[in-house]
């Protein structure tokens, strides 16, 4: 059974930072496509950042310069390092797994059940 389980988020204060983990139990995890995405309160489902499975990335721009992408595929797991936090990243992050490198969710196959961020002022 396909499963992606996120950790590692919490309450912080502006400026910190935090440090997501998505394990994944996905047959030939390496050759995916993975993504984050978040999704604050009244607020769309929006892209952060993939990592292709030959390691190259894109990220919003909101993020650029302050978060970074990552994967161990020895370990089936992916990673993300959230630095200089501000409050408008408050959000649930999803972790995601497909087979097109996109910023649009739909084209994501499995999806993690989320972990909350909150960046307070």
């Known amino acids: 059974q396909v499963q992606l389980v996120e950790s590692g988020g919490g309450l912080v204060q502006a400026g910190g930072s935090l440090r997501l983990s998505c394990a994944a139990s996905?047959?030939?995890?390496?050759?995916?496509?993975l993504g984050w995405f978040r999704q604050a309160p009244g607020k769309e489902r929006e892209f952060v950042a993939y990592?292709?499975?030959?390691?190259?990335?894109n990220y919003a721009d909101s993020v650029k310069g302050r978060f970074t992408i990552s994967r161990d595929n020895a370990k089936n797991t992916m990673y993300l390092q959230m630095n200089s936090l501000k409050p408008e990243d408050t959000a649930l992050y999803y972790c995601a797994a497909g087979r097109i490198a996109t910023v649009t969710s739909p084209s994501y196959i499995y999806w993690g059940q989320g972990t909350q961020v909150t960046v307070s002022s």
């Open positions: 996905i047959p030939t995890f390496s050759s995916y496509v």
């Open positions: 990592i292709r499975s030959g390691l190259s990335t």
